[in-house]
């Protein structure tokens, strides 16, 4: 019902040849705020909110601002082909050896209450050859994707997703990918995504609570 009074005072606005500037930025907004309430409210894992303009330069087309980088690099080469505009973050060392310790890591501040999934593209490799993105052997080691406490394996070059929750009204969110003790000689990260899914179940405070206590 709230809904449907912001649209009709919106219409109403935009309707009339004699509105004032100031009202007719005004019902912009609050259309858009309404338009806002409602995608939170119906957003699901199939029909998720973007919330990406969170994550600062997440495609790295901006050097590495915004991002705290530990041994990596941004490179501008077409090898790693998920990356999206010229750039891409990434570590190599000669086939056959193990590239260090390495991260990427930015904090999310004030990210409000809710469900998410955190995206991007990535790859952790023994190259089979030179400019290879084919892994060598089995599934390399040490590399993960990760968003707070949760976090994901990453081998092959694919798009990952983190699922993780924010429990409390507003909570920072550190988001990155880390390399500890890797097996591979390739390490590619690119196009950081944030999208939220939906409120916060039982369920999600209980997993979230468990991984407090198992983390000591």
């Not at 990596?72 to 000669?94: C, H, I, P």
């Not at 590619?188 to 995504?193: G, H, I, L, S, Y």
Request: hydrophobic fraction near 35%; charge should be negative; glycine fraction near 6%.
């Amino acid at each position: 019902r709230q809904r449907k009074s912001v649209l009709d005072a919106a219409k109403s606005v935009f309707d009339s040849e004699t509105a004032a500037m100031v009202d007719v930025l005004d019902a912009t907004s609050k259309l858009d705020a309404a338009l806002e309430t409602y995608m939170i409210a119906n957003a699901t894992e199939d029909n998720p909110l973007d919330r990406s303009h969170l994550i600062e330069n997440p495609s790295f087309e901006d050097y590495t601002n915004g991002w705290d980088v530990i041994s990596m690099s941004r490179q501008s080469n077409t090898v790693f082909t998920l990356k999206k505009g010229e750039n891409y973050l990434e570590k190599w060392a000669d086939r056959g050896k193990k590239i260090p310790n390495a991260s990427v890591s930015q904090v999310i501040k004030d990210l409000p209450k809710g469900r998410y999934q955190l995206i991007a593209s990535a790859l952790h490799i023994q190259q089979t050859g030179s400019g290879s993105t084919t892994n060598s052997g089995d599934p390399q080691t040490g590399a993960t994707l990760y968003a707070g406490m949760n976090e994901v394996p990453v081998t092959a070059m694919a798009q990952y997703t983190v699922n993780f929750s924010v429990v409390g009204e507003k909570e920072d969110v550190e988001i990155g990918l880390k390399a500890v003790n890797p097996t591979g000689n390739y390490l590619c990260v690119d196009n950081f995504r944030l999208q939220y899914v939906g409120e916060i179940s039982s369920v999600d405070c209980v997993e979230e609570m468990n991984q407090l206590i198992a983390q000591g």
